[in-house]
């Protein structure tokens, strides 16, 4: 009897620390990826295209390189083909270590959510706009925000060149960089391109971490475009 209870109160101990927490967060992103913002107005006219693009946990930030800045693109070791960049902001530790998903450790995925974690920028080159990114009607003024978001996330030298991390990626079309800032359960990768489109006016989620609140709102958008 005496072991019955003792078991009961590891068990009701451990539900208030681990799964409650874990219900708590998971339903409150829910809410709040479904809610979206109220982005102001902006005078100008909406006559560019940037693009989101998701790998199933992880949203980027899709720029033309016709709409970044060209002293910014000069330090990404630019091929001459390339007409877009795809720029996400991560845990360092997830990013280096986890070229696939099949190589994801859940050591990994803990330390990353429960632990303030140093972080990394992963720039992509692309030649051509790809199948399933979401577009997103911009204006100028817009691209000059997300431009001062994407470039003040990286790290860069005394000339004020991206702090590249050598030999890191996956591919001849990838790099990753010194980020600023820490990766927590509260701010994630995909919080990081909310934070940007909040900051452009872009209407997004209130509080997304998961892609799903993030992809709903540009999806709706998109789908907008087509009326």
Same mark, same amino acid.
């Given at each position: ?28 992103? +829910?809410? %709040?990826?479904?809610?979206? $913002? ?7 006219? *909406?006559? &560019?295209?940037?693009? =989101? ?58 330390? +990353?959510? %429960?632990?303030?974690?140093? $972080? ?7 030649? *051509?706009? &790809?199948?399933?990114? =979401? ?93």
């Amino acid at each position: 009897m005496k072991m019955l209870i003792f078991l009961l109160k590891i068990l009701k101990w451990a539900f208030l620390i681990v799964v409650l927490p874990v219900v708590l967060y998971i339903g409150l992103a +829910a809410l %709040l990826s479904y809610w979206g $913002t109220n982005p102001k107005k902006l005078d100008c006219a *909406a006559d &560019q295209t940037i693009y =989101i693009s998701s790998n199933g946990m992880h949203i980027d930030l899709i720029m033309p390189t016709a709409s970044l800045p060209s002293n910014f693109i000069g330090h990404l070791s630019p091929k001459l083909s390339t007409q877009y960049y795809a720029i996400g902001w991560g845990d360092k530790g997830f990013y280096l270590d986890t070229p696939t998903w099949a190589e994801l450790k859940a050591s990994t995925a803990m330390t +990353a959510m %429960l632990m303030k974690s140093p $972080t990394a920028m992963h720039v992509t080159q692309f030649k *051509a706009v &790809q199948p399933d990114w =979401i577009p997103i009607k911009v204006c100028s003024e817009q691209i000059t925000i997300l431009n001062q978001h994407i470039i003040g996330t990286f790290e860069t030298d005394a000339n004020g060149a991206p702090l590249e991390i050598l030999n890191a990626g996956y591919t001849p079309e990838d790099r990753f960089y010194e980020a600023h800032g820490n990766y927590t359960g509260i701010r994630t990768c995909n919080i990081w391109v909310s934070q940007g489109l909040k900051k452009a006016s872009i209407k997004t989620s209130r509080w997304s971490p998961f892609v799903f609140g993030i992809l709903h709102h540009a999806e709706k958008q998109a789908a907008e475009l087509l009326e």
